[in-house]
């Protein structure tokens, strides 16, 4: 794959924190109190996880692990873009409340976190590409995608801490939870700028999936 297409990855995570900032923290400081008797149904998810796991010994040629991780990437990107828009449908309807920001965010975030376990099962699944040095490759490919699903994973622990008894201390936890959300996905952008392999690059020049990332 290009280092286009990495940094497409990154700049969905990076796009997701923005995300939150714009339209969380108005909706938090627009409503006007926390709704009666509501409870937040999402279930906190831990940001904790095991190293990462080796690919599978199995060796694919470049191509096919290409295409293969950019089918994984774009179906990963679609999934978090139509949850996006579920998300701010959710927070922009009339009569929402600070628990329903809180409910819709943390809906989206487990989301993330669960569409990224499955983005890490399939490329560990294409094994090891054929290239030079590709186990380390492929190696450094899944610790920057479990690098991903983690943050998505602390973030979900941080909305599940969210108070949602007073606005501006809403605004303000958001804004601090974006600010590191932002930070740790600038972070991952320059961990995948270091993977170099001028074979997948140019085989992420042909592939279909890739082309459409």
């Known amino acids: ?22 339209c969380s923290s108005s909706s938090s400081s627009s409503t006007p109190g926390p709704a009666s008797g509501s409870t937040s149904t999402s279930t906190s998810t831990s ?28 179906d990963w990107v679609t999934a978090l873009q139509d949850g996006n828009t579920s998300y701010q449908q959710a927070i922009q309807a ?9 409910d819709a ?35 450094a490919l899944i610790g920057g995608l479990q690098r991903a699903r983690d943050l998505f994973a602390q973030v979900a622990d941080d909305v599940a801490a969210l108070s949602t008894s007073d606005p501006t201390t809403m605004t303000q936890q958001l804004t601090e939870l974006t600010t590191n ?3 740790a996905s600038q ?25 459409q990332l």
Not at 51 to 71: D, K, L, M, Q, R
Not at 94 to 102: F, I, R
Not at 194 to 210: N, R
Request: aromatic share 4%; with cysteine.
């Open 105 to 139: 965010l943390a809906a989206y975030v487990d989301d993330a976190v669960a569409l990224s376990d499955t983005l890490l099962d399939e490329v560990r699944a294409l094994g090891t590409p054929d290239v030079p040095n590709g186990e380390q490759v492929a190696q």
């Open 181 to 183: 959300m932002t930070k």
């Open 187 to 211: 972070e991952l952008s320059s961990a995948f700028d270091s993977i170099d392999s001028p074979e997948l690059e140019a085989a992420g020049k042909d592939a279909a999936s890739c082309k």
């Open 94 to 102: 009339n009569g929402v409340t600070m628990q329903g920001v809180k």
């Open 47 to 74: 940001s904790s996880s095991s190293a990462t796991e080796a690919p599978s010994p199995g060796v694919i040629e470049a191509a096919a692990f290409t295409e293969g991780f950019c089918s994984a990437l774009s």
């Open 1 to 22: 794959m290009t280092p286009a297409t990495l940094r497409r990855f990154a700049a969905v995570v990076v796009s997701t924190s923005v995300l939150l900032a714009a």
